[in-house]
T-cell receptor, first 113, second 112 residues
């Protein structure tokens, strides 16, 4: 069964460092999302991406964040200068042509120390 | 910001019992999904409902979408320990682009 895959599963980084979280969405999907979940809190929307550009973003997705689809299969989230409060699970999701549901990856646990 | 409320927040029951969890909003959903999430993992899609009044069944799980498309319920019959997890609803609102907005979830524990 097709699935969204994310790498790495865990990432520990020093405060101020840049991190890139990687995702391979389901192959024929057109809509891509990043969400985050701080420990014990709700799943929060960061950004959606369609037709090679950001379609919507939340207040959380500030200038520190960027997304790319560099090669038609990977979808990346970059955090330029990590802060302690960026520690969270980051989930990538993708949606098909009907765009009425999203399928999530297993997540990357980011710990900023 | 649209608010999506889930209740109850926590539920602890014995194997074999039935339960219902709820998802409510003051706004109309264009579609609504139910997900199940286990600790340290991503949400797994269970079902999508789109039409008001729609009922979908997945083995012992019954999902209902309210007639006005503002609420939904998930009923589990004869719960089993394997049903333990966090049940999340996520909706997308009419008039906007499809961006799933999640509730806080219902944390279910089923004791053997």
């Amino acid at each position: 069964e097709p699935e969204v895959t994310q790498t790495p599963s865990h990432q520990v980084t020093q405060m101020g460092q840049e991190v890139i979280l990687r995702c391979v969405p389901i192959s024929n999907h057109l809509y891509f999302y990043w969400y985050r979940q701080i420990l014990g809190q709700k799943v929060e929307f960061l950004v959606s991406f369609y037709n090679n550009e950001i379609s919507e973003k939340s207040e959380i997705f500030d200038d520190q964040f960027s997304v790319e689809r560099p090669d038609g299969s990977n979808f990346t989230l970059k955090i330029r200068s990590t802060k302690l409060e960026d520690s969270a699970m980051y989930f990538c999701a993708s949606g098909g042509e009907r765009n009425t549901e999203a399928f999530f990856g297993q997540g990357t646990r980011l710990t900023v120390v | 910001t649209q608010l999506l409320e889930q209740s109850p927040q926590f539920l602890s029951i014995q194997e074999g019992e039935n339960l219902t969890v709820y998802c409510n909003s003051s706004s109309v959903f264009s579609s609504l999904q139910w997900y199940r999430q286990e600790p340290g993992e991503g949400p797994v899609l269970l079902v999508t409902v789109v039409t008001g009044g729609e009922v979908k069944k997945l083995k012992r799980l019954t999902f209902q979408f309210g007639d006005a498309r503002k609420d939904s319920s998930l009923h589990i019959t004869a719960a089993q320990p394997g049903d333990t997890g966090l049940y999340l609803c996520a909706g997308s609102y009419s008039g906007g682009s499809y961006i799933p907005t999640f509730g806080r979830g219902t944390s279910l524990i089923v004791h053997p």
